[in-house]
């Protein structure tokens, strides 16, 4: 697959086949994170593969309960049987890095640059993949529940993503135009 068309043609995912990923496939989209940019060449990232589902349910789970807590605003949408969080993948992937208070900005940025490769790579392989960001309320609001889902003391998750196999093929997705704010020259 050309690069042009793997980016355009990637979409997030949320509805899995109940397919395990080969761990080939897993090494190879973590092989593709660790050649992201990375500031200060840092490489921070660490890599949590979780594929017990009673351990992606406890994550899933638990995020509902603490949003529908600390953000009543969502509670609605929150209150449901369905995993709304995970959406049944396979796989569920958590990008950490140590804590350290006076890079834990660089290593987001880093974490996030990392997901992205991951992303391509996943989408070159037939997979699926999308980053799960009210995963990071536990993070803020329920750390100790992050801890039971396997980050160890030290680390901390800075990015939550899910994969594997699409239930269905990809509908084709648009975009605006570059807006240029300005062009200096």
């Known amino acids: 697959m050309e690069l042009d068309e793997c980016i355009k043609s990637r979409r997030s995912v949320r509805a899995y086949k109940d397919e395990p990923v080969p761990r080939e496939k897993i090494e190879s989209i973590l092989e ?8 200060m060449g840092k490489q921070p990232w660490r890599f949590i593969i979780i594929e017990d589902k009673s351990i992606i349910k406890f994550v899933s789970d638990e995020t509902k309960k603490t ?5 009543p605003a969502f509670a609605k949408r929150f209150e449901t049987e369905q995993d709304i969080i995970c959406y049944n993948a396979p796989v569920l992937i958590f990008i950490c890095s140590e ?9 987001l940025e880093d974490c996030v640059l990392a997901a992205q490769n991951m992303f391509l790579k996943a989408h070159e392989l037939g997979l699926g993949a999308c980053y799960m960001g009210w995963i990071d309320v536990l993070n803020r609001i329920n750390p100790e529940s992050i801890k039971k889902a396997g980050v160890p003391e ?6 939550p993503l899910i994969l594997g196999y699409p239930k269905s093929q990809q509908g084709l997705g648009k975009r605006s135009a570059p807006v240029i704010l300005k062009w200096i020259k």
């Open 32 to 39: 593709a994170g660790v050649w992201a940019a990375t500031g």
């Open 67 to 71: 949003v529908i807590k600390a953000m």
């Open 99 to 107: 804590v350290d208070p006076n890079f834990s900005k660089l290593y």
């Open 154 to 159: 030290g680390y901390e998750m800075k990015v």
